[in-house]
């Protein structure tokens, strides 16, 4: 079955570095658009980046752009997500997700993912 487990969550500073990694397996990994989310609590889940399947383009949140870089690695069926300048407002479950798509535009609609990871969680500590 189709598995998308995250790590390399943690506790960080304020100011600090964080990179997220999702394993993707039980599927072709090169088909599928991928995206980051994150809910903080008593928030709504939100994208925070996404990459199309070859990762030849990307998207960011406003609220990210410029700090977080999204890439992938279609050999090792893998998806990241490099977070610098972390800020406690950052604090929240990141999750991966899945869209089965082979488009050039990266997926930006929450409803159009096919898989979830579990989440990882991220502290960033004034």
């Known amino acids: 079955q189709v598995q998308l487990v995250e790590s390399g969550g943690g506790l960080v500073q304020a100011g600090g570095s964080l990179r997220l990694s999702c394993a993707a397996s039980?599927?072709?990994?090169?088909?599928?658009?991928m995206g980051w989310f994150r809910q903080a609590p008593e928030k709504t889940r939100e994208l925070v980046a996404a990459?199309?399947?070859?990762?030849?383009?990307?998207y960011y949140a406003d609220s990210v752009k410029g700090r977080f870089t999204i890439s992938r690695d279609n050999a090792r069926n893998s998806a990241y997500l490099q977070m610098n300048s972390l800020t406690p407002e950052d604090t929240a479950v990141y999750y991966c997700?899945?869209?089965?798509?082979?488009?050039?535009?990266?997926?930006?609609?929450?409803?159009?993912?096919?898989?979830w990871g579990q989440g990882t969680q991220v502290t960033v500590s004034s």
């Open positions: 997700a899945a869209d089965y798509s082979q488009s050039y535009s990266p997926t930006r609609f929450e409803s159009l993912y096919d898989y």
């Open positions: 039980g599927l072709t990994f090169n088909s599928y658009a």
């Open positions: 990459i199309t399947w070859s990762g030849g383009s990307t």
